[in-house]
């Protein structure tokens, strides 16, 4: 039996909670947070387990709760102080993502990970997703020929009201591109298995938050935008986002093309459909979720997955598929896109 702690008792750590009950050999023991309606809402998700704990300091739980592992579900930019306290426990933590809210921060989190007890994976959890596991399982073994053009499209709802609405503005969240779109990132390099070295990007705030007013200030995170990513091997992908369009058919569309052809995935259509260019095709093959996955989470059973390979790592002492390095360099390429909006031009990546 691992015995899990959660610190966030959030949206998001709510999630995990529900997955983790899915998860045979896997007891959330403890959850702390210090917004009392968040705790109580983590409290109805557990009531058949008698012996949970909940508690208003995560700090306290680390002192008094025998655990094998935690997730960390706080704010973005909470993430490297909390980290701080957990570095030197003998622990196994899944952070989610993004990993900081800055890449200075992301630096030092790198940092003090190789020096410290505690093991982190971090929660970019869309390469879990069954379609796009799938998919890219298509894509590496070669079915288009070597990759030249990637592209992903998420056209979706705006982002949702959270404790406090920290969510609302870039210094708590790292901006957009940083809190939601670290995923895309994350799912190029992965897709590419190569390493960015430009990036530009086209953005703005167009339509979404614009009348809301939280303690005299308005809103200011990116409701839409283009970004272009060089690949250091030749390759270039392509992230298009808008959040007013939650009327779409597919949140998700994600293909890439090669010398042989086009593969593509949708979501949360399922379909992974492969057009040869000798016009053979359209070959489609559909990859569903179980219900039960679907169920506990808003992400198409990418968290139940992510767990399932997070709590096998566990068990076997091995490592986590995505690690720190790839947490910051998802960090990196966002807030690199940030700033070619911001001075318009293109931002040169460092390959490390």
């Known amino acids: 039996m691992i015995r899990?702690?959660?610190?966030?008792a959030g949206m998001m750590g709510r999630e995990h909670i529900a997955n983790l009950k899915?998860?045979?050999?896997?007891?959330?023991?403890?959850?702390?947070?210090?917004?009392?309606p968040?705790?109580?809402?983590?409290?109805?998700?557990?009531?058949?387990?008698?012996?949970?704990?909940f508690l208003d300091s995560y700090q306290h739980?680390?002192?008094?709760?025998?655990?094998?592992?935690?997730?960390?579900?706080?704010?973005?930019?909470?993430?490297?102080?909390?980290?701080?306290?957990?570095?030197?426990?003998?622990?196994?933590?899944?952070?989610?993502k993004p990993l900081c809210s800055t890449v200075e921060d992301a630096l030092r989190l790198e940092e003090m990970a190789k020096h410290a007890?505690?093991?982190?994976?971090?929660?970019?959890?869309?390469?879990?997703?069954?379609?796009?596991?799938?998919?890219?399982?298509?894509?590496?073994?070669?079915?288009?020929?070597p990759i030249r053009m990637l592209s992903i499209r998420e056209h979706r709802f705006p982002f949702l009201p959270k404790v406090q609405n920290w969510?609302?503005?870039?210094?708590?969240?790292?901006?957009?591109?940083?809190?939601?779109?670290c995923h895309f990132f994350d799912l190029m390099r992965y897709i590419l298995r190569d390493e960015p070295v430009r990036i530009y990007a086209s953005g703005g705030q167009e339509v979404n938050h614009l009348e809301e007013i939280y303690e005299g200030k308005r809103p200011d995170?990116?409701?839409?935008?283009?970004?272009?990513?060089?690949?250091?091997?030749?390759?270039?992908a392509a992230l298009d986002l808008c959040m007013y369009a939650e009327g779409s058919e597919q949140q998700e569309h994600i293909y890439v093309l090669g010398e042989r052809g086009?593969?593509?995935?949708?979501?949360?259509?399922?379909?992974?459909?492969?057009?040869?260019?000798?016009?053979?095709?359209?070959?489609?093959?559909?990859?569903?979720?179980?219900?039960?996955?679907?169920?506990?989470g808003s992400h198409h059973g990418a968290t139940y997955f992510q767990h399932m390979k997070f709590h096998k790592a566990l068990l076997n002492d091995t490592p986590f598929e995505v690690g720190v390095r790839d947490g910051v360099r998802s960090v990196e390429m966002g807030a690199a896109a940030h700033q070619s909006i911001t001075e318009g031009r293109p931002i040169d990546l460092t390959v490390r």
């Open 262 to 296: 086009k593969l593509e995935v949708t979501i949360p259509g399922a379909d992974v459909t492969w057009s040869p260019r000798d016009k053979s095709g359209p070959v489609i093959e559909h990859v569903p979720t179980p219900a039960t996955a679907l169920a506990a």
């Open 221 to 236: 995170v990116l409701d839409t935008a283009y970004v272009i990513v060089d690949f250091e091997g030749g390759a270039r």
């Open 22 to 36: 899915l998860i045979e050999g896997a007891a959330v023991v403890a959850v702390a947070d210090t917004f009392g």
């Open 117 to 145: 007890r505690a093991r982190i994976c971090v929660g970019l959890e869309y390469r879990y997703m069954p379609p796009v596991a799938r998919f890219i399982a298509r894509a590496h073994e070669g079915e288009t020929g």
């Open 38 to 53: 968040s705790l109580e809402a983590a409290k109805q998700l557990v009531t058949a387990e008698t012996d949970v704990v």
């Open 167 to 181: 969510n609302r503005f870039s210094s708590n969240t790292g901006g957009t591109l940083v809190e939601k779109c």
């Open 4 to 8: 899990y702690g959660v610190i966030g």
């Open 61 to 96: 739980m680390l002192d008094t709760i025998e655990l094998d592992a935690l997730i960390v579900a706080t704010p973005n930019n909470t993430h490297l102080a909390v980290f701080q306290d957990i570095a030197e426990r003998d622990i196994a933590v899944l952070m989610e």
